[in-house]
């Protein structure tokens, strides 16, 4: 082949595109998993205080404390109305009857209305908790939110930047021969980050660092054919 120093060098060069696309998908990638766990994270949190938990206890809660109240409100209205009945009453039975059905009324009473007041101070508690709980998981979302949005931005300017180097490798791609570069893209692999030609190293592969044939090498260098490393196969140069 005419020039074939010239081409793998070309070829090498073109290379370099590839590998620089490459690793600046591999970055977006990992940046989008360090999205997930984020997000991971916050939903562990969000589990972890049990917050949705704590909150239907709260509302069964008030409903105790609702249905405390209007036994309250009931016994009240029955004392009272007892109270009346008492002013009026003529039988010395009826009216002891009377009174004991408002004594029993007033403890039951009294009862309910430290029961009451043991369900306000725990609703007040319960509701402080929450609150804080709320605000914590606020913060941490609030948190998590900047930060995604940075590494959004951060993604935004890699993905730029990888547009950049594909244009220019687009023009870079037009210099390289066209045989040679078919063997390249068939040894890459799909574009996994598997490099299709190197240099050698002193006197082994620069890829896989098997000691090469000198004979081999000299074949490298005479750059009349394509010449692959013995083992990993890829497409030697001599610089
Ligand atoms: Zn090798």
């Known amino acids: 082949m005419k020039n074939l120093k010239q081409d793998l060098e070309l070829l090498y060069e073109f290379q370099k595109y590839d590998i620089r696309i490459y690793n600046l998908r591999e970055k977006i990638n990992k940046i989008s998993l360090e999205i997930e766990d984020k997000k991971r994270a916050l939903e562990l949190k969000n589990r972890r205080t049990g917050l949705s938990a704590r909150k239907e206890n709260f509302i069964n809660l008030n409903s105790l404390r609702n249905e405390k109240e209007t036994l309250l409100d009931s016994k009240e209205k029955k004392i009272n109305k007892c109270l009346k009945e008492l002013n009026i009453v003529k039988s010395n039975d009826i009216y002891k009857a009377l009174s004991s059905e408002i004594e029993k009324a007033k403890e039951y009473k009294n009862v309910l209305e430290n029961e009451i007041l043991e369900l306000m101070e725990k609703i007040d508690r319960e509701y402080a908790v929450i609150k804080t709980n ?49 063997q390249y893209e068939r040894l890459r692999d799909g574009g996994r980050n598997e490099k299709a030609i190197y240099v050698i190293d002193g006197e082994s592969c620069g890829g896989c660092g098997i000691l090469l044939r000198p004979q081999l090498i000299n074949q490298v260098q005479k750059y009349h054919e394509l010449v692959f490393c013995d083992n990993c196969s890829r497409i030697l140069l001599k610089k």
């Open 134 to 182: 709320e605000n914590e998981l606020k913060e941490i979302e609030q948190k998590i939110e900047n930060e995604m949005c940075e590494i959004k931005s951060f993604t935004k300017k890699l993905e730029k930047e990888i547009n950049e180097i594909e244009k220019e490798r687009e023009e870079q791609k037009l210099k390289v021969n066209k045989t040679i570069l078919s």
